[in-house]
Structures are given as C-alpha cells and as structure tokens.
C-alpha cells in the first residue's frame, strides 16, 4: 500500500503526545493506518462515523465530557461537514482538532478527488479556520501540537492538512 505507515505512525504517536483520547473517522485511503492505530489502541477511543458531519458532535460531546479528540476525514468530508463546523462548533465556540487527507492537487490519480482539492483551502479560510499543512514527519509533532493548543486556547475549530508528501510513498 503506498500509504506511508512510517509517517502515520508520527501522526497518531503526535496525537497521543497531546493526550487525545478519542478520535472520530470514516474509512479512507490515506488514513487507513490512523484509525487502524486507534482501533488496536486500547487507550484510546476510535469513533466509526456513517458521515464526516457526525464527527463535530462527537467531539463536542467529547469536550464536554473533558476527552480530548481529533476528527480524521478528507477534504471532501470536510465539504461535507461544513454546516456542523458552523451551526455547532462555531457557534457555541467548541474546540476541534481536524486533520484532513489534502486529496486532489497535483499529482492526484483519481479524478473524483480533484474537485474537492481546489476548494478546501478557500473555504477554510472563508470560515475563519485556521490551517496549517503536515507535509514534514520533523514538523509533524510541532504542528499538531500548536495547532491542539490554538484550538483549546481560542474555543474554535482548526485545521491541518495532511499532504501526499508526508502520507504518501510511492512502491519502488
């Protein structure tokens, strides 16, 4: 599988390191590692989602709960999420941490995927959502962790994107 389980492995031991206790997900290709890392984690709490929208509320309810969480999806379910990140999350000022599969920029094989990659990051910025690209396994650490604390500090949702170039390793 060319999805770099090495780097993904720097992804959830980051998470871990900023005490999150639960992550939410649907199945996807660049996170097929993460969430298997949070299933066979007995410490931690892997949420299986039926839509991405779900995840905002099961990291509110986590917040309120005092767990700390993360919401693992691709941007296309981050388009789909929109309305819950808005009329919940904002609204009521819950923090969120979310990394997001950055599919569809250059370099993309699936053509479904390229829609999304266009759009994410405009509509990240027209919601006020911070973000920050995981493109380095050196930075990765740094980055969720800043990103984790502006989260909790600001009572708002956050964003890092995670790139072909951290997720994604080509068979040799």
Known sequence: MPVS????????????KCDIGLVSALPETWLVHLI???EDDPKMIL???AKEEEG?????GAHFAGVKSAMLMQNHGFLAS?????SLAQLYRIPLLMLISY??????????QTQGGGVTEPLLRSLGIPYSFLDDPAKVEKRIAEAQTWAYASLHPAA??????LMWEEPA
């Open 160 to 165: 890092l994107l995670l790139t072909r170039e």
């Open 47 to 49: 949420v299986r989602l």
């Open 36 to 38: 298997r890392m949070a």
């Open 82 to 86: 929109i309305n819950g990140i808005v």
């Open 5 to 16: 389980l090495a780097n993904s492995g720097v992804v959830y031991d980051a998470l871990k």
């Open 103 to 112: 599919r569809g920029h250059f370099g993309e094989r699936d053509p479904w």
């Open 56 to 60: 905002v509320g099961i990291s509110a």
